[in-house]
């Protein structure tokens, strides 16, 4: 350990009288943290230079090829004639740069596919600690943002998972989002496939009617969360309810939105069926999660309104019975949807790009369950369906930063904006796939993973744990 390192320990703590094995669990814990930050610490400006460069706001490559950073902000974007004499020049050869991709539907503390039990089987600071380990992966993928659509915890590991990384006591990418999904009995937040003899906690808030809705948001927002997820239609991976049935009343959704509305809280509604999509919409949500059944009519409106959709299409891809097997306790219904629905959905979504409707990019997937690097697979899909490389690239970076209100500060590489920056190998507008082999990543100005490297920086991963 470096002598310089600084053992930064609250007087309180150093003078409270300990065992042994806790001073020494302490100091070597400290040193830990301290050291992790060191590594990351700011020094000189850091000279980008790539072959390409595409910037999140364009619809064409931009004509700079290098991106300057000083400190946490992007400073200048150009040729070679904006790099300081005294930068820190990282040649990255025919790469791409790009800003950091956000996934704005994720559930962190799924490590299982079965969803529904997990949060039965491990404590809220078990599956903090494994959410941990998965969030760190997918910085080291690309992925600098992350916003959480409820999660299989009866806690809200995630809310405390976002305050240690927003004050620099682990390395991970920036977090937003609801800790649970409010779901009524029934629902899909609920367990469905017990006996009435038995009394299980399910993961989701289980709210009936308008005064239970306003108490689940207002526990919601005094523990952290700042989103509301509703789970407005049954669901595709959860047992004994219907995604094309819906779920809340209008006057439920209407008494959700305002809640939510009076403490600055946006409502993202979990819908598939095409009634519960509509009531969604015209009671104010900010996004619709999937849409599946989404008519024209609805995509109109949600272009005329400025609603967020986020079709999660690789999720049914990954558990395809041919590509992962039976993953799912309800694996049947995602059959189907392959077998009958995936096509048309596919064709939903290009008509919701040519309508105006604000397309995000979101996963679903939980960052214990895949592989890294499959998560870039949703990109894919969007062009599969049709929408040109650099609108699907944007709906992972510009667009998703709008949905998030994070536009301001990240989403774009722009001089002011949050260094969130990463480079793919080649063109992803060739080849789309270069998403998932991330080689650089930057956070916030913070080297993250080098070019060339296989290794993340020290106090981040385990070397062997590194894509």
Not at 131 to 159: C, E, I
Not at 370 to 392: K, L, Q, R, T, W
Request: charged residues 20%; proline residues 5%; glycine residues 10%.
């Amino acid at each position: 350990m470096s002598a310089n390192v600084a053992l930064d320990i609250p007087i309180s703590s150093r003078l409270r009288p300990c065992t042994p094995w806790k001073q020494i669990f302490l100091v070597l814990t400290t040193a830990m943290f301290s050291l992790c930050s060191s590594a990351v610490a700011y020094g000189a400006p850091t000279a980008l230079v790539a072959a390409r460069v595409i910037d999140g706001r364009s619809d064409t490559l931009s004509k700079a090829t290098v991106v300057v950073v000083d400190g946490k902000t992007i400073v200048a974007i150009g040729g070679r004639s904006v790099i300081p004499a005294d930068a820190e020049v990282i040649e990255l050869g025919d790469a791409t740069l790009m800003p950091g991709m956000i996934n704005t539907h994720e559930h962190p503390l799924m490590s299982t596919s079965d969803y529904q039990n997990a949060h039965l089987a491990t404590s809220s600071a078990y599956k903090a600690l494994t959410a941990l380990a998965g969030l760190q992966k997918l910085l080291l993928a690309g992925w600098t943002s992350v916003r959480v659509m409820g999660d299989a915890d009866v806690g809200y590991a995630n809310q405390d998972l976002r305050r240690l990384i927003d004050s620099g006591l682990f390395l991970g990418p920036r977090m937003t989002g609801a800790a649970h999904y409010i779901s009524i009995t029934g629902g899909g937040g609920d367990v469905n496939y017990l006996s009435p003899e038995q009394t299980v906690r399910p993961d989701g808030l289980i709210a009936d009617g308008p005064e239970e809705i306003r108490k689940a948001i207002r526990n919601e927002i005094k523990y952290g969360a700042d989103w509301v997820k509703l789970l407005v239609t049954g669901a595709f991976e959860s047992v004994g309810d219907d995604p094309r049935n819906i779920a809340f009343s209008p006057e439920e959704l209407r008494a959700a939105v305002e809640e939510a509305a009076r403490h600055g809280v946006p409502v993202a509604a979990h819908a598939h069926a095409t009634e519960g999509i509509r009531q969604a919409v015209l009671a104010g949500v900010r996004s619709i999660e999937h849409g599946t059944y989404v008519d024209d009519e609805t995509l109109h409106e949600m272009a005329r309104r400025g609603t967020y959709m986020v079709p999660t299409v690789y999720l049914g891809d990954y558990y395809d019975k041919g590509d992962q097997g039976d993953h799912l306790r309800a694996q049947d219904k995602n059959d189907d949807y392959i077998k009958n629905g995936r096509a048309a959905f596919l064709a939903t979504i290009l008509r919701a790009h040519k309508y105006g409707v604000k397309l995000a990019i979101g996963l679903d997937l939980g960052a214990g369950i895949a592989d890294p690097s499959v998560y870039a697979n949703e990109f894919g899909v969007f062009v599969e369906a049709g929408i040109p490389p650099m609108a699907a690239i944007q709906a992972g970076t510009r667009v998703a930063a709008e949905l998030l209100r994070w536009d301001n500060r990240l989403g774009t590489l722009e001089k002011g904006k949050l260094a969130d920056v990463i480079a793919v190998p080649g063109n992803p507008l060739v080849d789309i796939t270069a998403l998932r082999h991330v080689s650089m990543v930057m956070l916030g100005g913070k080297l993250i993973k080098r070019p060339g490297s296989s290794q993340a920086l020290a106090g981040l991963l385990p070397a062997t744990s590194v894509p």
